[in-house]
């Protein structure tokens, strides 16, 4: 299949790009050339991330212009743990003066060490600040918030967790972003899940290259997402050697990204990591 029929099919499942605020200007530029080279994809927007507990504040906003500026619809993520109201509040006053339209809402997380803030200027959960976007904004934010088909890993059972986002859903979410996996039918599952408790909105899978063995068994640890067992073990054959771990990690991911637009997934939402070629060969290697 030719690129530009790729484009073309990725207009009609559109595409989405998440990057995280580079460091230093070294890591800027970087990422600037990263964005250039995936502007390819045609991506319908680009999502910045919020580090934990605002810990990236700045950067994050600095790097929503900067994409912005390079013309893309640049996507703040917006966590509630470790703000306030008043500062959230802030945050969507910056965001909508900027012309921002989009915020991914997110409960998020808390550095090591850091207590939980409480009182009547806190929220707790992500289906709380959905609300306080809707309250204070009204409809200007298209809101996307994230979905576990393989289950939140602090959730205790999966019809707590699917209610969970059920209520996101409810109080104003326009869409979803999964978290990563590696099984096509558990999102699938989910979805049909959701769909049953009256959830209409699309649900759009999120999507980790793999690149790195130790990388992605930290990274799935934390989160709760499964790495099958037939992958683990013919990562871990491959020890140190990177160019097959990705040439491996391409062929499975490109094969499940395949699988899951042929069977209507409403997009894709690729975890960039802020690398250029993990992506774009998965991209390149779509037939659908």
């Not at 966590?79 to 306030?84: K, M, W």
């Not at 707790?124 to 959905?130: G, I, K, R, T």
């Not at 088909?149 to 967790?161: F, L, V, Y």
């Not at 042929?262 to 894709?268: F, K, T, V």
Request: aromatic residues 8%.
């Amino acid at each position: 299949m030719s690129t530009s029929n790729v484009v073309e099919a990725s207009k009609r499942q559109p595409f989405s790009l998440e990057f995280f605020p580079p460091r230093d200007a070294d890591g800027q530029n970087r990422l600037t050339q990263t964005v250039q080279s995936l502007s390819v994809m045609d991506p319908v927007y680009v999502s910045v991330t919020f580090g934990a507990g605002g810990s990236t504040r700045d950067g994050t906003i600095d790097t929503v212009s900067a994409l912005k500026g390079l013309g893309f619809d640049a996507a703040p993520h917006l966590s509630c743990l470790g703000s306030t109201k008043s500062q959230l509040e802030g945050l969507l006053d910056h965001y909508r003066e900027q012309g921002v339209r989009r915020i991914v809402a997110l409960r998020g997380d808390l550095p090591s060490g850091m207590g939980v803030l409480s009182g009547v200027d806190t929220l707790s959960h992500a289906n709380e600040l959905v609300a306080l976007i809707r309250q204070h904004s009204g409809d200007w934010f298209h809101i996307e918030v994230a979905a576990y088909p393989e289950m939140h890993p602090q959730s205790t059972r999966p019809s707590q967790d699917i209610q969970h986002f059920v209520n996101k859903v409810n109080a104003g979410a326009n869409a979803a972003i999964t978290q990563y996996f590696y099984n096509a039918d558990a999102y699938f599952d989910f979805v049909d899940r959701a769909v049953q408790l009256g959830v209409t909105v699309p649900i759009v899978p999120g999507i980790m290259p793999i690149t790195n063995h130790n990388q992605l068994m930290r990274f799935s640890e934390m989160c709760g997402a499964e790495v099958p067992r037939w992958i683990r073990l013919r990562l871990a054959e491959y020890g140190d050697d990177r160019e097959s771990i990705r040439a491996f990690g391409t062929e499975v991911v490109t094969e499940m990204c395949q699988t899951l637009l042929e069977n209507d997934a409403p997009g894709l939402h690729f975890y960039t990591l802020n690398q250029i070629e993990p992506t774009l060969s998965i991209w390149r290697g779509l037939t659908y």
